[in-house]
């Protein structure tokens, strides 16, 4: 039998729970089989020793210090749970590269933000880094790129990449539930970021993003050019006017590779009720990859949860178990090209524009006017309720245009007086032909 495969896990909240869970239920048996050698907790660290967490760790060496375990010479692979792009994640993980150590970890904030330095440590190491659990939890949508679809020329990869939203809108749509109500029960399930405004704001999403864009395209992750709007400004009125309309609303990360560069967004977008993405409900995450070979390839499962990321944080170690792990971005570091961005002005969509204006005489003519303007051309008009001189909702759609003059327009009727409230933009996908 080979040697064990010695494993110290950082950070033992709702993944390191769920890693450490199943590395102890299943590593003599089928792990061990798949890995050819037998794989063993050796060490953990977090923050509170004494916390009770339903695992137990007094038979494993315990450091006060997650940064220790890069040093443990019993620990083969560094398994980096804490999360945060900056501070003792950063520290732990550079420190197990610089000594030669594997590391596997599930921090995409880290990954997104900091993969310059982290492409400069992984060309001079003997370690690797694996991350699958970084996006889409359980779904294997890194190997999927990486391996499954590496013959192909990548046009697009784009979906649902975040399990705490996709809650949150699939809660609202189904019980009226309210905004705030369903983000604390995702927080309770946790779905949610330690910081959820990561979640709420797109931003969690944007992480994901762009590393998926860095292995589709061959780049360096750029999470400063993904254009992000979140979804808290969603109100429920949204919701049921885009399904009167035939849509659903879902918060879509989309990177396409365009002629003029590589085009990142992460936004609340109306999708057809018949895409099948439209029903990708609960924390369920879902992920198109266009290959110019394959065609148009769907990934979707569980995107968050202790147990779908434990699933393949634990993949991602049986993969050193077996000594074949690929380099992060699917190739050496060094090929990894800049990401050249695309203006999103100048990206062309036709929009959703919610306004909650008065009900008064020649206030739909002021934004008629601007629209005009600004060269938005109008598919369709509604408006809800009619209370003279009362705030009513008036849902605009838009025909395909410019992204920079719907904006623009946007800027001047939020000036208005009639319109009381900020206007709420939302473009819809249809993707093309896949629907
Ligand atoms: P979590 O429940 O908040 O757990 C974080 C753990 O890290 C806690 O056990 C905490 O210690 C420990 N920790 C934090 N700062 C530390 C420090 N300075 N020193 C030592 N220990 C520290 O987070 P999580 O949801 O498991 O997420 C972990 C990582 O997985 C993050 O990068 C996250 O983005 C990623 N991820 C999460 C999910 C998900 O569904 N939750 C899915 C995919 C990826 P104590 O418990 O002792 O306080
Ligand atoms: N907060 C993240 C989500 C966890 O809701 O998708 C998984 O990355």
Redesign the pocket.
Known sequence: MNAPLKIGI???????VGVFRLLVEHAAGFISDRSQRPVVVAAV????KG?CRGIDISKVRWHDN?VALADDEDVDVVVE????SE??AFDLIRKALENGKHVVT????LLALRSVEILELLKKSKGTLSCE??VA?GVPIIKGIREGLAANKISAVYGILN?TCNFILSEMRSTGCDFDDVLKEAQVK??A??DPSFDIDGIDSGHKLSILAGLAFGCVPDFSSVHIRGISNISPIDIEFAEDLGYRVKLLGIARRTEKGIEQSVEPCLVPESAPIASVDGTLNAVYVDGDYVGNVLFTGEG???EP?ASAVVADIIDVARGRVLPFLGMASSKAEILKPADINERIGSYFLRLIMLDQMGVLADVSAILRDCCVSIESVLQRGHSFGQPVPVILISHEMSEGGMLKAVKLISKLKSVVKSPHLMRIETFGTIY
């Open positions: 950082a950070g033992l909240g709702t993944v390191g660290s977090s923050r509170d916390k997650p749970l804490m999360g945060g501070g003792v599930a921090n995409k904030a659990a970084a939890g399990g946790g779905y970021e330690a968050a949860g202790g990321t």
